[in-house]
């Protein structure tokens, strides 16, 4: 498995340093959300080639995937975002799904947001790119976010029916919403392209909190993923003791 830092893992800082501390670390990619604050692509796509690292995964540009009157203006997102992924060989391509709409019935919007993929998948298989949907919590960070359960997200993914469509598994978030995290984190392998890691309660690195990460990325190597797990969480002590002290009691009990 490979792992990625987020950006903001070191606050304040630019992505060319946190592509540096990723070497540092012997980690393998920088997930850098909002592709568009960049000041020069192609500036951040030569200091990768140096550096020998790069940005793994971004977002596009957000509108809400379940209100279908934003469609043409989620999918001209979409061709902008790859565009930047193509100059920075980025490969994945993360998307919340936006808030439930009020009196418009959750069928309907389940499907506008069906078909919205549907159009966004040939453009994301022509390009090589992974386009993944993000379920959230609404219970402490995303109140009335459209989907936060596992078993709804891949029904959508099954659906739309592409190789490039997939979910990221935030574990965080599930272990909020529905627990069972083993059990979902695994059982939907074929449709999770990365994950998400944090500790619960509070968000922070792993070992911080009720989750047992050496069993949950142990039983997700198993599987034979081989994909990204990203650490999108804060740190409750100093960022580069804290991802030691993860690699230390963590990756080295997973891959022992």
Partial sequence: MKYSLCI??????????????????????????????????????????????????????????????????????????IEACKALNIRSVISQTGNVLEGIPRDKQRQAMVETLKRCAPLFEEAGIVLEVEPLNGLVDHQGHFLQRSDESIDVIDQVDSPNVKIVFDVYHQQITEGNVIRNATGYIDRINHYHIADNPGRYQPGTGELNYVNILRAIKNTGFSGFIGLECGFT??????????????????NA
């Fill in 8 to 81: 903001g893992a070191y606050s304040g800082k630019d992505e060319i340093y946190h592509l540096e501390k990723v070497k540092e670390h012997g980690f393998h990619g920088l997930e850098y959300y909002a592709w568009w604050e960049l000041q020069d692509l192609k500036k951040t796509a030569r200091e990768q080639e140096r550096i020998g690292v790069g940005i793994n995964a971004t977002c596009t540009k957000f509108i809400s995937l379940v209100d279908e009157t934003l469609r043409d203006s989620y999918l001209e997102g979409v061709r902008q975002t």
């Fill in 237 to 254: 002590i100093d960022t580069d003791l804290a991802i030691q002290q993860f690699k230390n009691e963590v990756i080295t009990q997973v």
